[in-house]
Each structure stands twice: as structure tokens, then as C-alpha cells.
């Protein structure tokens, strides 16, 4: 009906903007957790761990079949935040909230293939509540980075099937 109307959005275009807002609506609502400091075993666990801190005891302790099963890649995650800003706890929100949005915009691509809404899915998913623990406390990052994989291998599953 408007398909040569300027009014008319390509179905591109909509995405991104659609991204673009829910992106924005993400950082709105989280905005007030970069101030957050090192909460309780976050202290310990992150922000004073010889792990995080020293990159000699990362790789001793890391590199070996126990850290295997210690979480090494978040534990990488928080040595980067440390290398490049040190107990700046400001970084370590901002890559929480980086993971969170990178989740959210995953989730709107396989809501796409199933949902008829996948805009209402893609919001609830941002905002609700639920995902305050992941996104705003540091050692949610774990869950938030296995809940990244777990969309990445979603929509490889999508995309392979998808193909023949």
C-alpha cells in the first residue's frame, strides 16, 4: 500500500531502529548500576582475587584441568576488565550491560523466525526484572555470557537448518 511512500520503512531499516531503541531502552534502565560498587563476594571474588589481578597466577591456576572447571572464561573476562581499568568497577558494568544487549539483540533474531511478535519477546527479555541479577551484579556475568553461547548455538541450529 505505502511500498514508494518516504513513509514506508524497509524491513532492514526497522530492525535497526527497532535494535536501536530497545538498545537505548536497555542502557535507560540499567543506567544507575554503573555506579554500583563491588558488592559482598564480589570483593573477594573479583576485585581483591589474585586471579583477576595477576596474570601469572591466571595462567597457573586457569590453565590447568581444576580451571577448567572454575569458569575460565569469565574469569578471563574479569582479568581483561582488570587489565584495561583496573578496580574501575564502571568497565566491569559496562561489559555486564555490552553482554546483555549483545543477548537481547540474539534473542530478537531467533524471536523472529518464531514468534509473530518477536518485538514484545525481545522487550520482556530486556527489561523484566529477573534479569537485574545478570546484567547489574557483577558475577551474573557468568550466566550472562553462557546465556550469549547458548544463542549463538540457537542460531547456527536456525541458520543450518534454515539452509536445507
Known amino acids: 500500500m505505502f511500498t514508494n511512500s518516504p513513509i514506508a520503512l524497509s524491513s532492514r531499516r526497522l530492525r535497526t531502529v527497532g535494535i536501536v531503541f530497545v538498545t537505548i531502552a536497555i542502557v535507560w534502565i540499567y ?27 591466571f595462567l597457573s591456576r586457569m590453565i590447568s584441568l581444576k580451571g577448567f572447571f572454575q569458569r575460565p572464561l569469565s574469569v578471563l573476562s574479569y582479568r581483561l576488565n582488570f587489565i584495561f581499568g583496573a578496580e574501575n568497577v564502571w568497565g566491569y558494568h559496562f561489559v555486564n550491560l555490552l553482554i546483555h544487549i549483545l543477548n537481547t539483540i540474539a534473542l530478537f533474531f531467533l524471536a523472529q523466525k518464531w514468534t509473530r511478535l518477536p518485538w514484545v519477546a525481545t522487550l ?16 551474573g556475568r557468568p550466566y550472562s555470557m553462557a546465556t550469549f553461547f547458548m544463542l549463538l548455538a540457537l542460531l547456527h541450529l536456525r541458520s543450518t537448518f534454515s539452509k536445507g
Do not use: W
Request: net charge neutral; proline share 7%; with cysteine.
Open 31 to 57: 543506567r544507575d548500576s554503573f555506579t554500583m560498587p563491588f558488592f559482598y563476594s564480589e570483593d573477594k571474588g573479583i576485585q581483591n582475587n589474585p586471579v583477576v589481578r595477576s596474570g601469572a597466577m
Open 124 to 139: 520482556i527479555f530486556a527489561l523484566h526484572p529477573l534479569g537485574v541479577s545478570c546484567a547489574a551484579v557483577l558475577f
